[in-house]
């Protein structure tokens, strides 16, 4: 009994060690991770000129002017009516220098407007790019020489803030453009050409996302990540509208895209782990869809502070909950993926927290915005994951398929082996049959033409009939021999010695043998045309010249051969053999069947000769009148492979 309890607790007990030896590293690994980020963060922005700046200003505001150090926080507004003006003076020395000077703005929220000496030389607001505080988009501005004094100058800077964050001006920096711009232009490779790419990129690997998803409807995960994806683009490439604007609710639609896009990455890190989404998961959407709401109702500023405490929070509780999914997931399945995924969480994470306390004013000084900047690489890295894991699903498939692709050929071979054996096997049925029927031709013909000699001999007959039947058989002999010859299918070839034998047999009877070809191809080539066809057609064209020498008293016997029909599947062989005899009576259908006893031997010559004509297939008419008797035989447009009267 103790033992039955014992195992399961040692058992849970190695799976804790287990859990935590695979923890304890991940999560070293992401303090190291969050480390990192806070020094590269502190590194990140670029020393400026300080050489140049200009931080001692007066700043009037509501109607009360006092002195400011720049940088400088003023509080939230939802009025551009009378915005914050500071004011400043510079010195500026000529010096016969030919150098322009610039003026040089790292950070501000969110639109300002410079002027010197009055003369205004910057408007923010006609960049809509310039106009969003987590951008960090810089600004510079080449002063005209006809604007500076030597000596001092006045610089005044009009901060337009349209909340919910508080407004906000870094140091501003005057001087020689040579020595500001490396500065502006390394600000803008980092805060906007940089985030340009990334979206760019995002908004590609949004594009083949949704194809896979359109091409794999079962895997839900490639769609949901191609709208977070799609969400964010949107969000990066279309500027918001400056307030006033004709068409506010677009501004409500970039707030709501936030929260959105953060509910988003959360349900596919649920289904890429292969986990259900929960009942009630679907909260998570809400306070975006708010936002959407408020805004597509209530004009601004209302939908900009629902965003401030609803859309905010749930962009973090994202990132929390994408953590914990991520990290329960590094420890179940210890794979590239997840352990990638949940590096990348960290980042963005720490980069929210970090504009988060850049927000509530606890990191001083340091108005720089990077959430965005890290969402969107941390969305293009799981993008490229799955597209690397796509790539390597295909090769697997690939691979699958070649090796199909080798057992059909493998079964192809054997398939063609079987079907040459068969073939084989075919063919050697066949020659077998063929030996068949001449054995059986031979035993019919010479074999009762040989008995019919010794029957001669051993009666004493005289030396005439004897000689006679050894004539006929010899001639069987010749036939069959014949018959055996490659004629290729052509059967001209075996009517060319039939004709000689049948000459030479007429020649003693002093009959006149006519041989007319009436079409030019003679007969058609048959292929299929074995020997044994041959000896049919011989033998049945055989008879009609013996009926014609014995019962029909002829003096000319005309063959005539043809091919009928026009079109190649319609040609049929024609012979007919017509004499001028006297003609015979043709017997009755019952005893041309062999049903009478005793039929004449006329009767059985032409039963053997439709009989013969039956087995190749062929039709076989016959005709006698006192004028004459015609024989006309029909060949078929293939002849059979088969003996079909012996089937």
Not at 616 to 640: H, K, M, N
């Amino acid at each position: 009994m103790s033992e039955v309890v014992v195992e399961p607790l040692v058992t849970a007990k190695a799976r804790r060690r287990l859990r935590l030896t695979r923890l304890v590293p991940y999560v070293l690994l992401q303090v190291l991770i969050v480390i990192a980020c806070i020094l590269m963060l502190r590194l990140m922005p670029p020393d400026d000129p300080d050489d140049y700046a200009v931080s001692e200003f007066s700043l009037r505001e509501n109607g009360a002017t006092q002195a400011v150090t720049l940088p400088h926080y003023t509080s939230s507004r939802y009025s551009l009516q009378d915005p914050p003006l500071y004011s400043g003076p510079f010195t500026f020395r000529a010096n016969g220098a030919q150098t322009a000077w610039s003026v040089f703005l790292p950070r501000f929220s969110n639109a300002v407007e410079v002027a010197v000496n009055g003369v205004v030389i910057l408007d923010s607001r006609r960049d809509d790019t310039a106009n969003r505080p987590d951008r960090n988009t810089p600004q510079i501005a080449v002063i005209t020489s006809s604007l500076l004094h030597d000596g001092s100058n006045q610089l005044t800077v009009r901060l337009f803030v349209w909340g919910p964050l508080k407004g906000f001006l870094d140091t501003v920096y005057v001087g020689p453009d040579d020595a500001l711009r490396p500065t502006y232009e390394t600000r803008t490779l980092l805060f906007v050409t940089l985030p340009v790419v990334f979206s760019a990129w995002q908004s590609l690997l949004a594009v083949i996302l949704a194809i896979m998803w359109l091409m794999r409807r079962r895997e839900p995960v490639y769609g949901v990540l191609a709208l977070g994806m799609l969400i964010g683009a949107l969000q990066a490439f279309v500027p918001p509208p400056v307030p006033p604007a004709p068409y506010p609710q677009l501004a409500a639609i970039l707030l709501a895209s936030a929260p959105i896009e953060s509910a988003l990455v959360v349900v596919f890190a649920t289904l890429f782990f292969g986990w259900r989404w929960p009942r009630y998961g679907m909260l998570l959407f809400v306070p975006g869809l708010s936002i959407l709401l408020v805004g597509l109702i209530a004009s601004q500023p209302l939908p900009r502070i629902v965003f401030l405490f609803l859309g905010v929070p749930t962009v973090g509780l994202c990132l929390m909950l994408l953590a914990i999914i991520v990290t329960n997931a590094v420890i179940k399945r210890q794979d590239a993926a997840s352990f990638t995924f949940g590096c990348a969480v960290t980042i963005v994470l720490t980069c929210w927290f970090h504009d988060m306390l850049s927000v509530f004013d606890i990191v001083p000084d340091d108005r720089t915005f990077v959430t965005r900047l890290s969402y969107s690489a941390m969305l293009v890295a799981i993008g490229a994951g799955l597209t690397w894991r796509f790539a390597r699903a295909l090769n697997q498939v690939d691979s699958f398929a070649g090796q199909l692709i080798a057992r059909v050929r493998e079964a192809e071979e054997r398939l063609k082996a079987s079907f040459a054996r068969e073939e084989e096997r075919a063919r050697a049925e066949a020659l077998a049959n063929e030996r068949t029927r001449l054995m059986r031709d031979l035993h019919d013909g010479l074999g009762g033409q040989l008995v019919s000699i010794v029957a001669l001999s051993e009666r004493g007959t005289d030396g005439a009939p004897i000689a006679d039947a050894a004539r006929a058989a010899l001639k069987d002999l010749r036939l069959v021999i014949d018959s055996m010859d490659d004629i290729g299918g052509d059967l001209m070839l075996a009517l060319g010695s039939w004709r000689e034998r049948a000459a030479a047999q007429l020649r003693p009877h002093d009959i006149a043998l006519d041989w007319h070809v009436a079409t030019p191809q003679g007969l058609p080539l048959h292929p299929e045309l074995r020997p044994w066809h041959v000896i049919q057609i011989v033998r049945i064209l055989d008879e009609a010249v013996t009926n014609a020498v014995k019962h029909a008293k002829a003096r000319k016997i005309t063959v005539t051969i043809e091919t009928l029909g026009g079109a190649p599947q319609d040609r049929r062989g024609v012979i007919r053999i017509a004499d001028d005899g006297q003609g015979f009576a043709l017997p009755d259908a019952g005893a041309a069947n062999g049903e009478a006893t005793g039929a004449s031997q006329t009767a059985r010559g032409l039963r053997n000769m439709k009989s013969r004509a039956c087995r190749c297939g062929a039709a076989l008419e016959i005709d006698s009148s006192p004028s004459g008797t015609s024989v006309r035989l029909q060949l078929p447009q293939r002849f059979p492979d088969s003996d079909t009267a012996a089937g």
